[in-house]
């Protein structure tokens, strides 16, 4: 009874996973069918290698929206957000080493983050109006600190994350998958 | 004789954002003489008219309950197709009602998703963020179409007298959409089905419908914002304007228009754009930045939305004296 009792929840909680990702799947696999046929190369381990790195800071930023929209929220400024810490991490990685600029573009981004949450939970300022302005900041903020041009004269192991390998997988896959298993533990 | 007078409270969600309003004003004024002149208050009016259209587009999506985060780039692609159109027919008015139609049918797709197929409008809307800039792009290889027929830009750059066509011309609409919204059946259902759709249902109207209505009646604002857009400018880029739905929202939240939908009258839309473009022209005057205006403009609209949303629950927040 309990043992069969726990298979349907298993199956109900399996069939509700796929119906939500079911499309998504589908959509997944045609595209894939269709672009190994137009190229021939798509399906080699060197290019599946080169979307997931081209896929894992998509993939970490989309964890982050899910956490916000998991709470009934939407951030639209993660793209601006993006951008800021992005230019931030690369002045301070650029004067002052790797370890700081990563600290530094961590920081930023959580500071945007707690200030549009801030403005959401303590003052009641809708989720879209607190990020669209947050948008608008950190764009500005960004420009400001960067004068619109790409910085340059990184560290090497900077860019390594980026552009690296261990054990021949992509610095960033890895990274990806450090964010999805905290995720994972987390909001278990 | 009295009792209106004694039972009248202010309404801060209007009075926030007109006192911040007048506050710029009078400082803008002692600083820099050049702001309080005739001159430069038409050209607050005239920078600010096609915000005004698509701020009403944006309430009139977000009282139904929805939200539009695809007008920039519905814009530009509108504005892209009417100027081709203008140029190859060499005619203007073929050029404008190419932009309206476009920009009625773009936002069409965005209502048929949203009020039929159920997607969220976030997610719809964001998607034709994405396809419209790039299909604006696909068209115009990146470059602006130029030189549309004469005729073309006169709404954007006429005269009656001195006055530039264009700030009766938008005034008019706001007073038609406030006529819409008040006084037609399609405006008061509108309300209704954003405050809550169980219920108006129960009286026996179709949610879907009024939905898509709304998203209607936004485009056909949008289309008249963009041919201010481009013809301001003469031309039609296919980055006409990638900000423009953030300033709208911001513009809807600042007038007080609740986001949620269902509450807020059309004409606090106007409220709303007036501080972002007496901030916008006074910085301009000043010659401050415009990362800086960016990074003004975003603080002060969250600051002016949490005065009116949070000031009740500040004091809450608070840690409360106890009497010992």
Same mark, same amino acid.
């Given at each position: ?15 509700? @996973? ?10 997944? %696999?045609?595209?894939?069918? /269709? ?38 929220? #939407? ?7 993006? /951008? ?19 600290? @530094? ?8 983050? #707690? ?35 790409? #910085? ?21 896959? %890895? ?5 999805? /298993?905290?995720? /994972? @533990?987390?909001?278990? | ?5 004694? +039972? ?18 009078? !400082? ?31 309430? $009139? ?29 060499? +005619? ?14 773009? +936002?069409?797709? &965005? ?62 609409? !706001? ?49 008249? !914002? ?12 296919? +980055? ?30 106007? $409220? ?11 910085? &301009? ?28 629950? $500040? ?7 106890? !009497?010992?």
């Amino acid at each position: 009874m309990t043992r069969s009792s726990r298979v349907t929840q298993q199956a109900v909680a399996l069939s509700a @996973a796929l119906q939500g990702s079911l499309p998504s799947l589908l959509l997944l %696999i045609l595209l894939s069918a /269709a672009c190994a046929l137009a190229a021939p190369e798509f399906l080699g381990a060197s290019n599946l290698v080169n979307v997931l790195r081209q896929a894992s800071p998509l993939f970490i930023a989309a964890a982050g929206q899910m956490i916000v929209v998991l709470v009934g929220g #939407i951030d639209i400024s993660t793209g601006a957000v993006v /951008a800021l810490a992005s230019v931030c991490g690369a002045l301070i990685a650029a004067s002052y080493g790797t370890e700081l600029g990563v600290l @530094a573009a961590v920081g930023v981004g959580a500071l945007a983050g #707690i200030t549009s949450g801030w403005a959401v939970s303590m003052f009641r300022v809708q989720p879209v109006i607190a990020t669209i302005g947050m948008l608008s900041v950190a764009r500005g903020f960004a420009f400001l600190f960067s004068d619109g041009l790409p #910085i340059s004269g990184l560290p090497a192991s900077f860019i390594g994350l980026g552009n690296g390998h261990v054990l021949g997988v992509p610095v960033p896959v %890895i990274l990806a998958l450090i964010v999805l /298993a905290v995720m /994972a @533990a987390c909001l278990r | 004789l009295l009792k209106p007078l004694r +039972s009248w409270r202010p309404d801060w969600q209007v009075l926030g954002p007109l006192l911040v309003l007048a506050g710029f004003c009078v !400082a803008l004024a002692l600083i820099e003489p050049r702001f309080a002149t005739k001159q430069n208050l038409i050209n607050i009016l005239l920078q600010a008219a096609p915000l005004i259209l698509v701020a009403l587009a944006q309430a $009139v999506v977000v009282i139904s309950g929805g939200i539009d985060l695809s007008q920039g780039s519905a814009a530009a692609l509108a504005g892209v197709l009417g100027v081709i159109a203008a140029v190859e027919l060499d +005619s203007p008015w073929i050029g404008w009602l190419v932009v309206i139609g476009a920009s009625i049918a773009l +936002s069409a797709v &965005n209502g048929m998703l949203v009020a039929w197929l159920g997607v969220p409008a976030f997610i719809a809307t964001a998607g034709m963020l994405t396809y419209a800039d790039g299909l604006a792009f696909l068209l115009t290889g990146g470059l602006p179409i130029e030189f549309p027929p004469e005729g073309y830009s006169s709404l954007a750059r006429g005269f009656i007298g001195d006055i530039p066509i264009s700030i009766p011309l938008v005034a008019l609409v !706001a007073v038609l959409m406030h006529l819409v919204m008040t006084r037609t059946r399609v405006g008061r259902a509108i309300y209704l089905v954003g405050d809550n759709p169980q219920s108006a249902t129960l009286v026996g109207l179709t949610p879907s419908r009024f939905r898509f209505y709304a998203f209607l009646i936004a485009g056909a604002l949008t289309g008249a !914002a963009t041919l201010l857009l481009t013809g301001r400018i003469d031309s039609a880029p296919p +980055s006409l304007a990638p900000t423009l739905q953030f300033e709208a929202i911001a513009a809807v939240a600042i007038g007080g228009i609740a986001m949620g939908g269902g509450e807020g009258a059309i004409w606090r839309a106007v $409220v709303g754009v007036a501080p972002i473009a007496v901030l916008i022209n006074g910085l &301009n005057l000043l010659g401050i930045d415009t990362s800086l205006q960016f990074i003004l403009i975003g603080a002060g609209t969250i600051v002016v939305v949490a005065l009116q949303t949070g000031a009740g629950q $500040v004091r809450l927040a608070l840690p409360r004296r106890r !009497a010992a």
